[in-house]
Protein backbone atom coordinates (compact mmCIF):
# COMPACT_ATOMS: atom_id res chain seq x y z
CA UNK A 1 0.00 0.00 0.00
CA UNK A 2 2.84 2.52 0.70
CA UNK A 3 4.43 2.09 -2.61
CA UNK A 4 1.10 2.98 -4.14
CA UNK A 5 0.95 5.98 -2.08
CA UNK A 6 4.27 7.00 -2.91
CA UNK A 7 4.17 6.50 -6.96
CA UNK A 8 0.70 8.26 -7.01
CA UNK A 9 2.28 11.14 -5.01
CA UNK A 10 5.54 11.25 -7.16
CA UNK A 11 3.07 10.95 -10.76
CA UNK A 12 1.04 14.25 -9.02
CA UNK A 13 3.82 16.27 -8.27
CA UNK A 14 5.39 15.36 -12.54
CA UNK A 15 1.94 16.29 -13.59
CA UNK A 16 1.63 19.56 -11.33
CA UNK A 17 5.21 20.61 -12.60
CA UNK A 18 4.41 19.59 -16.29
CA UNK A 19 1.61 21.79 -16.24
CA UNK A 20 2.45 25.16 -14.39
CA UNK A 21 5.09 25.50 -18.03
CA UNK A 22 4.32 28.60 -19.61
CA UNK A 23 4.64 27.00 -22.97
CA UNK A 24 1.02 27.77 -24.78
CA UNK A 25 0.04 30.53 -22.73
CA UNK A 26 -0.77 34.01 -24.27
CA UNK A 27 2.12 36.51 -23.40
CA UNK A 28 0.30 38.94 -20.64
CA UNK A 29 -0.49 42.57 -23.13
CA UNK A 30 1.38 45.46 -21.73
CA UNK A 31 -0.66 48.41 -21.31
CA UNK A 32 1.70 51.02 -21.43
CA UNK A 33 4.09 53.02 -24.12
CA UNK A 34 7.29 50.93 -24.76
CA UNK A 35 9.16 54.05 -25.67
CA UNK A 36 9.96 56.68 -23.45
CA UNK A 37 12.49 58.34 -25.60
CA UNK A 38 13.26 57.62 -29.36
CA UNK A 39 16.20 58.08 -31.15
CA UNK A 40 16.44 60.65 -34.02
CA UNK A 41 19.96 60.04 -35.84
CA UNK A 42 19.69 58.10 -39.04
CA UNK A 43 21.21 55.40 -37.96
CA UNK A 44 22.87 52.89 -41.22
CA UNK A 45 20.09 50.26 -42.23
CA UNK A 46 22.59 47.68 -42.15
CA UNK A 47 23.33 47.96 -38.68
CA UNK A 48 19.32 47.12 -38.07
CA UNK A 49 18.70 43.45 -37.86
CA UNK A 50 14.76 43.87 -37.39
CA UNK A 51 12.20 46.43 -36.87
CA UNK A 52 8.92 46.17 -35.08
CA UNK A 53 6.33 48.85 -35.24
CA UNK A 54 3.67 48.81 -32.69
CA UNK A 55 0.93 51.11 -34.33
CA UNK A 56 -1.01 53.67 -31.64
CA UNK A 57 -3.89 52.03 -29.45
CA UNK A 58 -5.49 51.50 -25.91
CA UNK A 59 -1.91 51.09 -24.66
CA UNK A 60 -0.11 54.15 -25.98
CA UNK A 61 -1.67 57.03 -28.04
CA UNK A 62 1.73 57.15 -30.48
CA UNK A 63 2.98 55.11 -32.70
CA UNK A 64 6.13 52.96 -31.36
CA UNK A 65 9.07 51.81 -34.02
CA UNK A 66 11.83 49.44 -32.00
CA UNK A 67 14.68 48.25 -34.12
CA UNK A 68 16.82 45.98 -32.69
CA UNK A 69 20.61 46.26 -34.12
CA UNK A 70 23.91 43.76 -32.46
CA UNK A 71 24.15 46.23 -29.32
CA UNK A 72 20.06 46.09 -27.98
CA UNK A 73 17.04 47.91 -28.54
CA UNK A 74 16.60 51.52 -29.94
CA UNK A 75 12.94 53.45 -30.41
CA UNK A 76 13.10 55.38 -33.22
CA UNK A 77 11.14 58.64 -33.86
CA UNK A 78 8.29 57.86 -36.20
CA UNK A 79 8.12 61.35 -37.25
CA UNK A 80 11.32 61.92 -38.90
CA UNK A 81 11.90 61.52 -42.38
CA UNK A 82 14.17 58.63 -42.59
CA UNK A 83 12.33 56.41 -40.07
CA UNK A 84 9.32 56.43 -42.41
CA UNK A 85 11.63 56.04 -45.29
CA UNK A 86 12.57 52.87 -43.32
CA UNK A 87 9.24 51.39 -42.67
CA UNK A 88 8.18 52.10 -46.19
CA UNK A 89 11.28 49.69 -48.08
CA UNK A 90 10.49 47.08 -44.83
CA UNK A 91 6.82 47.39 -46.43
CA UNK A 92 7.74 46.76 -49.70
CA UNK A 93 10.20 44.13 -49.09
CA UNK A 94 7.61 42.43 -46.98
CA UNK A 95 4.72 42.75 -50.01
CA UNK A 96 7.31 40.79 -52.21
CA UNK A 97 8.34 38.12 -50.09
CA UNK A 98 4.98 37.57 -49.78
CA UNK A 99 4.32 36.97 -53.26
Known sequence: MMKFSASAFMLLICTAALLSTT????????????????????IPIDKIQTLKVIPAGPHCKNEEIIATMKKGMTCLNPAKDWVISLKEKLNKKNVKSQQ
Open 23 to 42: EGRPKPMILRCQCIKTHSEP
